[in-house]
């Protein structure tokens, strides 16, 4: 059976929106569901309401579910989030940081806001970017997110969201590889992954495949943005990766081996 590590989720309540809520059973069900077998996780209360609280709340959950890892959300607009980079030391399922422009009101290419990002990533091993995909929105861009990856090769980074899928609040539902086509014409850079996490891939089941030919099977990793999509969507992410023409190392790499690779662990 194929392992698959999934490298984005969220614990708790999006938007308070009730079946984009999920608590930790509840994405270990899901889980077993899809035949995911580890799932990594950030709070969506440290992304959408308190930081700190949100935190906290994914550090219980982590002691109590073998299934997940887990992400500290760490914020310029909220500089007294760096006191949590303690998790990353006092629990291992801790693999790393979240980074979250849009919902934290912020341009990560402001000079203070991108000294601060540059700099918390010397103090993590790695470091997921969420990348601007939402109708009128700009704050994460990825030639800035491939920029603090240049500036930080030790440190692993994921763009999320196939590195913005979409940025055009005229027609936000066609996709838009623009931002990955141009950085990656230009060679990304080795410690740099983009994630599949995006719903526009399971309405548009080829531009997956020009994802993975841009960025190349080295640089993409299995994502599903759960508890959006939930068990049966994430399945289907699995059958889209499955159906690509690309060869069954390839197919690996993005389920499982590029997120081993950047989380540090073995499944």
């Known amino acids: 059976m194929q392992k698959i590590i999934d490298i984005h989720g969220h614990l708790g309540n999006i938007n308070f929106v009730p079946f984009w809520a999920a608590d930790g059973d509840k994405l270990a069900d899901y889980c077993k569901k899809s035949g995911v077998d ?26 109590a579910h073998d299934e997940f890892y887990g992400y500290v959300v760490v914020s310029p607009t909220f500089p007294d989030s760096l006191d949590d980079l303690k998790y990353l030391k006092t629990n291992k399922k801790f693999r ?32 997921l970017f969420h990348c601007s995909c939402m109708p009128g929105s700009g704050n994460s861009p990825f030639a800035t997110v491939v920029e603090l990856a240049r500036r930080n090769p030790k440190t692993k980074i994921v763009a999320a969201h196939g590195a913005g899928l979409f940025q055009n609040g005229n027609y936000p539902f066609f996709p838009n590889l623009d931002s ?22 399971y309405c548009y089941p080829t531009i997956l495949q020009k994802l993975v030919d841009l960025a190349g099977a080295d640089h993409v990793v299995y994502g599903t943005d759960a ?4 068990p049966m969507q994430m399945r289907f992410m699995a059958e889209l990766v499955e159906s690509l023409d690309n060869s069954k190392t390839d197919k690996e790499k993005i389920f499982y081996k590029n997120a081993e690779k950047i989380l540090g662990v073995k499944v």
């Open 38 to 63: 580890k799932l990594c996780l950030s709070a969506s209360r440290a992304i959408m309401y308190d930081v700190r609280e949100g935190n906290a709340e994914l550090d219980a959950t982590l002691k």
């Open 96 to 127: 790393g940081i979240k980074i979250h422009p849009d919902y934290h009101g912020y341009d990560l290419s402001v000079p203070s806001n991108f000294n601060f990002v540059d700099k918390v990533l010397n103090k993590t091993p790695m470091a």
């Open 180 to 201: 990955l086509e141009r950085e990656a014409a230009k060679g990304l850079p080795k410690n740099l992954w983009v994630d599949t996490a995006h719903y526009l891939l």
């Open 227 to 230: 508890p959006l999509q939930g």
